[in-house]
């Protein structure tokens, strides 16, 4: 079976920092690019990182660059995003996403999501 479990989210202070993980399983993720996406309630969803899927590249939205770094570990099949001086504007569910194309056909997979909320 598929699946993206993401974790490491929760209530952190402005200032702080946090680290998201993305375990997945059915699948490797070596073949995989990346990507963190965050929602807030009633907007749309936000690509907030990229990673290629040898690692050899990654992209910021420009409100996270110099503060969020996204990373991955093929042997343990786990992306991750380091999230450092967060502010408020940074609440929201976390998801994680793979997607590559085989022989023409995409694949595309999501995690069920994170809630990280930065408030004092």
């Known amino acids: 079976q598929v699946q993206l479990v993401e974790s490491g989210g929760g209530l952190v202070q402005p200032g702080g920092s946090l680290r998201l993980s993305c375990a997945a399983s059915?699948?490797?993720?070596?073949?995989?690019?990346m990507r963190w996406y965050r929602q807030v309630s009633g907007k749309e969803r936000e690509l907030v990182a990229y990673?290629?899927?040898?690692?050899?590249?990654?992209s910021y939205v420009d409100s996270v660059k110099g503060r969020f770094t996204i990373s991955r570990d093929n042997a343990k099949n786990t992306l991750y995003l380091q999230m450092n001086s967060l502010n408020s504007e940074d609440t929201a569910v976390y998801y994680c996403?793979?997607?590559?194309?085989?022989?023409?056909?995409?694949?595309?997979?999501w995690g069920q999501g994170t809630q990280v909320t930065v408030s004092s």
């Open positions: 059915g699948f490797a993720i070596s073949s995989y690019a």
């Open positions: 996403n793979a997607r590559t194309v085989v022989n023409g056909r995409g694949y595309v997979y």
């Open positions: 990673i290629t899927s040898n690692g050899g590249g990654t």
